[in-house]
């Protein structure tokens, strides 16, 4: 507890982590309802819906990773 108050250690990695897997659901149920809504008008509905099933996720860990990277940038100019 005294390195979270004394900032020795960053809550921000642990955020992340929460906000990559609230993210990773997301496309998951947003992928499903695709799929079941549109998917049944058209061949078209599906293939998006796959398509956020699988591209959705990768983005989100691309981003959480950019974020991520950043910090590390922080802490090696820091010189910590």
């Known amino acids: 507890m005294l390195e979270f108050l004394s900032f ?3 809550l921000t990695p642990m955020v992340i982590q ?3 897997w609230v993210g990773v659901g997301i ?3 947003e992928g499903i309802a695709v ?3 549109v998917g049944k008008f ?3 509905g599906v293939i998006n819906g796959l398509l956020v099933l699988v591209i959705g996720p990768v983005a989100v ?3 959480c990773e950019l974020i991520m ?3 590390g940038i922080h802490d090696s100019l820091k010189g910590s």
Do not use: D, G, Q
């Open 8 to 10: 020795r250690k960053f």
């Open 69 to 71: 990277a950043v910090f």
């Open 18 to 20: 929460i906000l990559f």
């Open 27 to 29: 496309c998951v149920v």
């Open 61 to 63: 860990r691309v981003l």
């Open 35 to 37: 799929i079941a809504t």
């Open 42 to 44: 058209s061949a078209l």
